[in-house]
């Protein structure tokens, strides 16, 4: 019966993680704010980085929080209500939400936002390691993808050495998840054609 529980609790967190991590805040705040449908902007994205090309800095910063903070949600009420493992799958889940939400067709964003929302959760440490080589890499280079890769392909290592291989696990599925979102920067990037922080061109 304790096998049967345990897998019941990561079913529950898996599905709690997927749902809070689909809500669509950027395409929300959007609508909401008169600006109409953000798919019909600039990179088609429903993340920060898109809802920036609209020119409203402060719906940017909005939804770059929700989308950090629904990772988070999801990663730490798991923690609290079924135990550490649980935590791990919600928070993996979440940014599947965000990635692939079942209200927009499984047409979300790229989650990094969502991805350093639950590291912060699930390891703080190591969260607050990639937030700082984001900010580092985008200092020196001005192209958010790269950074984004950047931090993301460092979070295992992050995450092992702050909190041990189960966390570094759900990092490195994150990292080839967050690889594969960005599939079309590579590309730019090895092309070198990927615009710098700033242009209005799809990043």
Do not use: Q
Not at 135 to 150: G, H, P
Not at 174 to 181: E, K, P, Q, S, T
């Amino acid at each position: 019966m304790e096998e049967v529980s345990i897998v019941l609790d990561l079913i529950v967190a898996a599905i709690g993680g997927y749902l809070l991590g689909s809500i669509p805040f950027g395409l929300v705040l959007t609508k909401a704010a008169g600006l109409g449908d953000i798919r019909a902007i600039g990179s088609g994205n429903i993340g920060a980085t898109n809802v920036l090309r609209t020119g409203r800095k402060g719906l940017a910063l909005a939804t770059l929080l929700l989308d950090g903070g629904k990772g988070a949600i999801a990663a730490l009420a798991a923690l609290v209500l079924l135990g550490r493992d649980p935590m791990l799958v919600a928070a993996f889940a979440a940014v599947l939400g965000h990635n692939f939400p079942v209200w927009l067709g499984f047409k979300g964003g790229k989650g990094v936002a969502t991805t350093l929302g639950t590291l912060m959760a699930c390891s703080w440490p190591a969260g607050l390691a990639c937030c700082a080589t984001w900010l580092v890499v985008a200092f020196v280079f001005r192209i958010s993808s790269l950074s984004a890769l950047v931090a993301l392909a460092l979070s295992p290592v992050y995450a092992f050495y702050f909190s041990g291989p189960e966390t570094a696990a759900m990092a490195a599925g994150l990292a080839v998840l967050g690889f594969i979102r960005h599939h079309a920067n590579i590309k730019r990037l090895l092309k070198g054609e990927e615009p710098r922080i700033g242009k209005k061109k799809e990043a």
